[in-house]
């Protein structure tokens, strides 16, 4: 389900999470049964538009290209040049106060989700941030908000040259969370 500009003004829309400056307003839309998540640029005036678009299209390649990876949600498309809607998976940002809460098996499998979006010639940069790694409700890790990511062609020269270098950066994220749960629940 991909929203119109229009849907966006309506009165079945959430803010998950205002905008303002260079970041885009995060909207939940309901359409019947349906529930997306709109990452919505639009707001600002005239001056950085094109700018604003090239990092919505930016975005959206690295949902692209993860399509299908179990911990990352469907991009459905583009509503205009400066939005875009996703598949909305509900769960609870990373943080201390999950420690106890989350399966066991967690980080050993965001540990692999991380290593699949690598594979898959994307690194986040992001993913230190807690609201960007969730605990979703089935007890998952979910990845979120790729305005920071780079995307490489799996097999070309940046993703065996480049990409294990930055990967650092997302491996490290995943030794924090590993860390901060650890400790809360001693």
Same mark, same amino acid.
Request: hydrophobic share 40%; proline share 6%.
């Given at each position: 389900?991909?929203?119109?500009?229009?849907?966006?003004?309506?009165?079945?829309?959430?803010?998950?999470?205002?905008?303002?400056?260079?970041?885009?307003?995060?909207?939940?839309?309901?359409?019947?049964?349906?529930?997306?998540?709109?990452?919505?640029?639009?707001?600002?005036?005239?001056?950085?538009?094109?700018?604003?678009?090239?990092? =919505?299209?930016?975005?959206?390649? +690295?949902? &692209?290209?993860?399509? !299908?990876?179990?911990?990352? %949600? *469907?991009?459905? $498309?583009? =509503?205009?040049?400066?939005?875009? +809607?996703? &598949?909305?998976?509900? !769960?609870?940002?990373?943080? %201390? *106060?999950?420690? $106890?809460? =989350?399966?066991?098996?967690?980080?050993?499998?965001?540990?692999?989700?991380?290593?699949?979006?690598?594979? *898959?010639?994307?690194?986040?940069?992001?993913?230190?941030?807690?609201?960007?790694?969730?605990?979703?409700?089935?007890?998952?890790?979910?990845?979120?908000?790729?305005?920071?990511?780079?995307?490489?062609?799996?097999?070309?020269?940046?993703?065996?040259?480049?990409?294990?270098?930055?990967?650092?950066?997302?491996?490290?994220?995943?030794?924090?969370?590993?860390?901060?749960?650890?400790?809360?629940?001693?």
């Amino acid at each position: 389900m991909i929203p119109s500009r229009l849907d966006l003004a309506g009165d079945q829309v959430e803010q998950l999470r205002g905008g303002g400056g260079r970041k885009p307003d995060v909207l939940c839309v309901r359409a019947g049964e349906s529930v997306c998540v709109v990452k919505d640029a639009a707001a600002g005036g005239r001056l950085g538009r094109r700018f604003r678009g090239w990092l =919505v299209r930016r975005e959206l390649r +690295a949902y &692209e290209q993860l399509a !299908g990876h179990p911990a990352v %949600p *469907r991009a459905f $498309g583009r =509503v205009d040049d400066l939005a875009f +809607a996703l &598949e909305y998976r509900p !769960g609870e940002v990373m943080g %201390p *106060r999950l420690s $106890g809460q =989350v399966p066991g098996g967690f980080i050993p499998e965001l540990r692999d989700a991380v290593h699949e979006m690598h594979a *898959r010639g994307v690194v986040h940069l992001d993913l230190r941030h807690r609201s960007n790694v969730l605990a979703g409700r089935d007890g998952h890790p979910v990845l979120i908000d790729f305005a920071s990511a780079i995307c490489f062609r799996p097999g070309g020269w940046g993703a065996r040259l480049v990409l294990p270098l930055l990967a650092w950066v997302d491996r490290r994220a995943v030794d924090k969370w590993e860390r901060q749960l650890r400790a809360a629940s001693s």
